[in-house]
């Protein structure tokens, strides 16, 4: 089955200052790729995705950018704000029904 | 437009016990997928429903279980309760796009299980 990694497992960044995440995935019939950011308590919220027929998809401060050839996407967020702290899932969905998540990034934006 | 809403929000139950959480999907929606999210991990594929089917299963055994109704609110069942089933149980309801495409997955609050 899928394998989604993500790095890192805790993020700082000083306000203002971009911050990146990264994940890999293992199964290259993966083709769709949302984000999600958890605050601490909450649901999940979707605040990015992108499918594999594009390379890169930009929502305001946050971008997602997608290389089907080396498995691995990432988040940008720029300009940083403190209410950006959250802890930050990847995920992939393959060919069946089965979204596989990462083990999250805990972003902490220091005002 | 409504959103997606679990039921009950917390509870604890002991070892051996019985459980149903209950989902109600997002207007519009008739794919409902359930999740355990133990603490400081990501959410764990349990199984999805589709127009009241299962339609895919994740790494757990046979006794979670699930039903979908016609209204396609979901409810998850565990039976046999052990202390690792604590946890955050997630749904998520989707729709499925034109042409096989995925559809995007909105999540509900959770219901927060304790085992002792």
């Known amino acids: 089955g899928e394998n989604v990694e993500q790095h890192p497992s805790t993020l700082s960044v000083q306000e203002g200052d971009s911050a990146v995440i990264k994940c890999t995935y293992s199964?290259?019939?993966?083709?769709?790729f949302p984000w999600y950011k958890q605050e601490l308590g909450k649901r999940p919220q979707l605040i990015i995705d992108?499918?594999?027929?594009?390379g890169e998809k930009k929502d305001q401060r946050i971008a997602v950018t997608l290389n089907k050839t080396a498995k691995h996407f990432s988040l940008h967020i720029t300009e940083t704000q403190p209410e950006d702290s959250a802890v930050y899932f990847c995920?992939?969905?393959?060919?069946?029904?089965?979204?596989?998540f990462g083990t999250g990034t805990s972003l902490t934006v220091i005002p | 437009e409504t959103g997606v809403t679990q039921s009950p929000t917390h509870l604890i139950k002991t070892r051996g016990q019985q459980v149903t959480l209950r989902c109600s999907s997002q207007?519009?929606?008739?794919?409902v997928s359930w999740y355990q999210q133990a603490l400081g991990q990501g959410p764990q594929f349990i199984f999805q429903?589709?127009?009241?089917?299962?339609?895919g299963r994740g790494n757990f055994p046979p006794r979670f279980s699930g039903l979908q109704f016609p209204n396609y609110s979901s409810e998850l069942n565990v039976n046999a309760l052990e202390l690792d089933d604590s946890a955050l149980y997630l749904c998520?309801?989707?729709?499925?796009?034109?042409?096989?495409?995925?559809?995007?997955?909105?999540f509900g609050p959770g219901t927060r299980l304790l085992v002792l």
């Open positions: 429903y589709y127009r009241e089917e299962e339609n």
């Open positions: 992108i499918r594999s027929n594009v």
């Open positions: 207007s519009g929606h008739n794919t």
């Open positions: 199964d290259s019939a993966s083709n769709y």
């Open positions: 995920a992939a969905q393959g060919t069946g029904n089965q979204f596989y």
């Open positions: 998520a309801s989707s729709f499925p796009r034109a042409g096989g495409m995925r559809g995007t997955q909105y």
